[in-house]
């Protein structure tokens, strides 16, 4: 019952910011543009703030450790299936791709993981340590292939050369790698930032996630672009109209016929979209926290509490960073934002089931 409710008091505020981020998106307080204008101010200065103050203060070394090498290898090996299952099964390019692997590997860390780490193990110190992993290590990873999927700002036919000199400056073009990499250089030159500049830095980086998770409520409300008068689904059950003479019988079955078949692939593009999330958070919540007991029980024999610790954070949701890449790359946001809310959902149980089944009274 006080795991439980440990649960409930740490997945609380996600879903109240969610739903104030919802109930503002439907009154319109914040204006059409209030989606895109704070994904960006997250994505290019927030979110930089935060994982600076982050990498800054921690030590570089403290990621090297057996139980770092299970919750790795759960997260390097889902983020590839998920890749391969967008690509494969869902037939989605390299940038929607990359957007896939995210969602079924990337946990949300930071906001959900803190306190559950509290609640459930006495300490966050594994969680420190899973952030820095993810930040300095898959993030970069993750970010190259949106750029390169994208291919934000490279002309039309634009050669493997400029294609390789973006990515040697991606670093600089991308304030969340900047931001990372900044961080790395205070902390190996064992620098103190003043009081000042650091604390404004906590300030700024404070308001991540909670703008964030808004942002995703917000996000909730969306609809597609002119969907009034672009509806497929719509405009099928609308009556074709006839132009007298000018339009014949022929004409009109075969306006019905276009019509009706463009619903029809509207309608297998939301099943697709539906499929898969139901994948990403399967691999997300399911598949990921056993391959880090696999590795971290029979193939690395870690002690008890550490076992627990590594398949407890793997089983963590999909982090709403997966919503926020997507948005500001320009992406379909709708399997990213699905798969944070339902795989936030779905821990409930998975995160229960882990802590009563290798928890002191598990066994």
């Known amino acids: 019952m006080a795991g439980m409710h440990a649960l409930l008091s740490a997945f609380a505020p996600i879903w109240m910011l969610t739903a104030i981020?919802?109930?503002v998106g439907r009154s319109g307080l914040l204006g059409e543009q209030a989606e895109a204008v704070l994904g960006r101010f997250v994505f290019h200065v927030a979110m930089p703030a935060a994982l600076f103050t982050m990498v800054s203060g921690a030590r570089l070394n403290s990621f090297a450790n057996s139980s770092m090498v299970a919750f790795a290898a759960g997260t390097a090996l889902v983020c590839g299936l998920g890749f391969l299952a967008a690509g494969r099964l869902f037939g989605r390019g390299t940038a929607d791709r990359a957007i896939g692997s995210m969602a079924s590997g990337y946990v949300n860390s930071a906001n959900l993981g803190i306190p559950v780490a509290v609640q459930v193990l006495g300490d966050a110190s594994f969680v420190a340590?899973?952030?820095?992993?993810?930040?300095?290590?898959?993030?970069?990873?993750?970010?190259?292939?949106?750029?390169?999927?994208t291919g934000a700002g490279t002309k039309p036919g634009s050669g493997k050369a400029v294609v390789f000199r973006r990515m040697l400056t991606m670093p600089v073009r991308n304030p969340i790698i900047m931001a990372s990499l900044l961080g790395v250089a205070v902390s190996a030159l064992g620098l103190r930032l003043p009081h000042a500049l650091a604390h404004s830095c906590d300030l700024l980086g404070a308001a991540a996630v909670p703008t964030a998770l808004i942002t995703l409520g917000l996000s909730l409300n969306a609809r597609p672009a002119a969907a009034d008068s672009a509806d497929p689904a719509r405009n099928a059950a609308q009556p074709v109209?006839?132009?007298?003479?000018?339009?014949?019988?022929?004409?009109?079955?075969?306006?019905?016929?276009?019509?009706?078949?463009?619903?029809?692939?509207?309608?297998?593009?939301?099943?697709?979209?539906?499929?898969?999330?139901?994948?990403?958070?399967?691999?997300?919540?399911?598949?990921?926290p056993l391959i880090a007991y696999a590795v971290g029980g029979p193939l690395l024999h870690l002690p008890e509490h550490q076992l627990l610790a590594v398949v407890l954070c793997s089983a963590l949701p999909t982090a709403q960073n997966a919503f926020i890449y997507a948005q500001q790359y320009g992406l379909d946001t709708r399997?990213?934002?699905?798969?944070?809310?339902?795989?936030?959902?779905?821990s409930m149980a998975t995160l229960s089931l882990a802590t009563w089944a290798l928890g002191p009274t598990g066994s």
């Open 241 to 288: 109209p006839a132009e007298g003479a000018a339009r014949t019988g022929v004409a009109v079955r075969t306006e019905v016929a276009r019509r009706t078949g463009v619903a029809v692939r509207t309608e297998g593009a939301r099943c697709t979209a539906r499929a898969e999330v139901v994948v990403a958070v399967a691999l997300k919540t399911l598949v990921q």
């Open 335 to 346: 399997v990213a934002r699905n798969a944070v809310v339902a795989s936030t959902v779905v």
């Open 129 to 149: 340590q899973i952030i820095l992993f993810q930040v300095l290590l898959v993030s970069p990873v993750i970010l190259t292939l949106l750029d390169t999927g």
């Open 21 to 23: 981020g919802y109930a």
